[in-house]
């Protein structure tokens, strides 16, 4: 191979490694913060509750067009053991944005410069959501609006088993 053909392979694998994703039917990768709420949180304690990581931006008309979907499914089924985390993606300077978004809609949130520790990317199309069952095994992940055929598919049937 000459020179530039192994120059070539080396940018397509390394531009791989950069944007790896967690694997679905895999443990989900560590995730840990503090909440806007001052909150702490760690993934690897929410064992036993489903639970919907969503990177999310401010500035995404499909994430606005889906919070109140988040909204709504969560207020139905928290009592059932379900959670939704809203990872903000914006610059840190517009915190105040994504903490406001949130916060109208009853969330919980944290931004991804903030979080303690990560296995996650920064950065992800938005809105994309992991679904996590109560095993903390990665069950979806999606980019893309949650509708709600994508909670009574993805989500549902993970509440409905104990």
């Not at 809105?127 to 949650?146: E, M």
Request: net charge neutral.
């Amino acid at each position: 191979m000459n020179r530039a053909k192994i120059l070539v392979v080396f940018l397509v694998l390394a531009a791989t490694a950069a944007w790896a994703v967690p694997e679905v039917d895999q443990p989900t990768p560590v995730l840990k913060g503090t909440l806007f709420s001052g909150q702490s949180f760690n993934l690897k304690e929410m064992r036993g509750k489903v639970v919907l990581v969503n990177f999310y931006s401010s500035y995404c008309s499909f994430c606005a067009y889906e919070i109140g979907n988040l909204e709504t499914f969560y207020e139905q089924h928290r009592d059932q053991g379900f959670e939704v985390i809203v990872v903000g993606v914006d610059p840190l300077e517009d915190r105040h944005r994504v903490e406001r978004m949130v916060g109208l809609y009853g969330l919980q949130g944290v931004m991804v410069d903030d979080l303690v520790e990560s296995g996650f990317e920064k950065k992800y199309p938005t809105p994309t959501a992991f679904v996590i069952d109560r095993n903390g095994i990665l069950r979806s992940r999606t980019w893309g609006s949650k509708t709600p055929r994508f909670f009574s598919e993805n989500v549902l049937p993970l509440l409905r088993a104990q």
